[in-house]
């Protein structure tokens, strides 16, 4: 019996490793996970493709999907739209696909209003000194927008408790591991289940009406 996929946003602050994580689960077990990749203003970084990373584009290109309605969640972060484009996120929501979102954390709360049945996921590192000195060791960023994103990391810290799950991100693999499996124990909970439920409801009513 084919189920309905599993919607997994992976939200967490910046510097967390929870892109990382991302490759890791996709690599790892491609069967298993189809990650959806947003839209969004900001510039490419050095190495990022468009289509691979992000759907780079302007913002009028932005504002346009706004309109239209092709955006299942969108926020602006630090001057730039992002968005979840709704369609690749439905289509494997319909072939009962696990789809991960990465995003930050008021998209992530929009997503569990459209999906209730969302689960969400946070990822942090163990002490906020960690987090500074993984930014500071990216060597991308200069000491003010570092400053900035510690800053931003405050703020979200506040949202933390509406997720599901938290992972302690300090050594990437076990955060893989936690991460793959809290969502495949969460496939086999009994809200997920219903359709198993009713199915085995109405093979016993057979045997009990003697039907059988
Ligand atoms: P970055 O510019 O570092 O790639 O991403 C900045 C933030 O935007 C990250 O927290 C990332 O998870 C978030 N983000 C990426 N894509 C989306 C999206 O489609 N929607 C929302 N709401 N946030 C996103």
């Not at 490793?17 to 996970?33: A, S």
């Not at 968005?83 to 992530?108: C, F, H, R, S, W």
């Not at 990822?123 to 400053?147: H, M, Y």
């Not at 809290?182 to 199915?199: G, P």
């Amino acid at each position: 019996m084919k189920s309905k996929g599993l919607v997994t946003v992976l939200s967490g602050f910046s510097g967390a490793g929870k892109g990382t994580i991302m490759k890791h689960l996709l690599e790892e077990y491609p069967d298993t996970y189809f990650l959806s990749i947003s839209a969004t203003t900001r510039t490419p970084r050095p190495g990022e493709q468009n289509g691979r990373e992000y759907f780079f584009m302007s913002e009028a290109d932005f504002e346009n999907m706004i309109e239209n309605n092709d955006l299942l969640e969108y926020a602006k972060f630090n001057g730039n739209y992002y968005g979840t484009p709704k369609d690749y996120v439905e289509e494997m929501l319909d072939e009962g696909k696990n789809v991960l979102l990465e995003i930050e954390v008021q998209g992530a709360l929009q997503v569990k209003k459209i999906y209730p049945e969302a689960l969400l996921l946070f990822v942090t590192p163990p002490s906020a000194e960690e987090l500074k000195n993984r930014l500071v060791g990216r060597q991308t960023d200069d000491p003010d927008v570092i400053l900035s994103r510690l800053s931003i990391a405050y703020d979200e810290s506040h949202l933390m408790d509406k997720y599901d799950y938290l992972i302690v991100n300090s050594e990437i693999e076990d955060a893989v591991e936690e991460v793959h499996t809290i969502i495949n124990a969460e496939r086999y909970r009994t809200a997920r289940r219903t359709e198993m439920i009713e199915k085995m409801q109405n093979e016993l009513l057979q045997y009990k009406k003697g039907d059988k």
